[in-house]
């Protein structure tokens, strides 16, 4: 990017701790996903917040169709904004795609990241012989089309299934961030992640983990998070989280807490 990086991705650095965590958003939302998670860390940590650069509270001029075409550049992002903050140590919280991020960064450069807490992570979301993703091929092919149909559509279908719990107000939340994204990028972006496989990459993962999973997931079996404890390199627990949906985040916040405060402790 030939652009100030910080200011692209909406860099903010917020709390009074001394110990830093980053909190990373996962698709179709932005930075605002952690909003009623954060009043509990800021007295303690200091916390890193930015937007992936396919955020609709990003300029869509930033995303690079060539460049973005893997998570690899958006690893490259995370590394350069944790750089330019003169960053040495830090935790990093993950959600769905921007787990998976962390977890290539921390390969990059394992030095960096004193733990990782992967919130719905899935290194692959298409079944595989002997893996269950939680996706055949046509059913992500159908998500693909709607999407490419019918926009607006695709989203107020799609927000309360991957909410799950009956929060409104999550749903409300979830589809502003997905509308706010450009429809041509949001597509790409999806499709980039429903067809990455990263499992041979979980053994070098050399970093404690600490892996979240709803109990109920639309776009994550609880088998994931399982197949994760089981090829993650380093020492790693996992933390089902008795809720449903894949946004805890905004659908049970309070629950949420609890458990990432366990986990950053440790």
């Not at 990373?24 to 939302?29: E, I, K, V």
């Amino acid at each position: 990017m030939g652009i100030n990086l910080l200011e692209a991705l909406n860099v903010r650095v917020v709390g009074n701790g001394e110990k830093v965590v980053v909190f990373a958003h996962g698709f179709g939302t932005d930075q605002s996903a952690w909003q009623r998670i954060l009043p509990y860390f800021l007295p303690n940590y200091r916390i890193i917040l930015h937007d992936l650069v396919c955020a609709g509270s990003v300029n869509p001029d930033y995303f690079d169709f060539r460049r973005y075409t893997n998570l690899d550049a958006y690893v490259d992002d995370v590394l350069q904004i944790l750089d330019a903050l003169g960053i040495e140590k830090c935790a990093y919280v993950g959600h769905s795609v921007s787990a998976m991020i962390g977890i290539i960064a921390s390969i990059r450069r394992p030095e960096l990241f004193t733990k990782l807490v992967l919130i719905g992570a899935s290194p692959r979301f298409l079944n595989d012989v002997d893996y269950h993703g939680g996706f055949e091929r046509g059913e992500i092919e159908t998500v693909f089309a709607a999407m490419e149909s019918n926009y607006a559509a695709w989203v107020s279908g799609f927000a309360p299934l991957a909410v799950g719990a009956d929060v409104p107000a999550a749903v409300r939340e979830f589809s502003r961030t997905l509308f706010n994204m450009r429809p041509d990028i949001s597509l790409f972006v999806c499709r980039t992640v429903f067809n990455s496989d990263l499992r041979s990459l979980l053994g070098f993962v050399k970093v404690p983990c600490c892996i979240i999973q709803s109990a109920k997931d639309v776009s994550v079996p609880v088998e994931v998070a399982m197949y994760l404890q089981t090829h993650l390199g380093g020492r790693n627990t996992v933390e089902i989280l008795h809720t449903e949906g894949h946004l805890p985040h905004l659908s049970a916040p309070a629950l949420l807490v609890t458990v990432l405060r366990r986990a950053l402790s440790r």
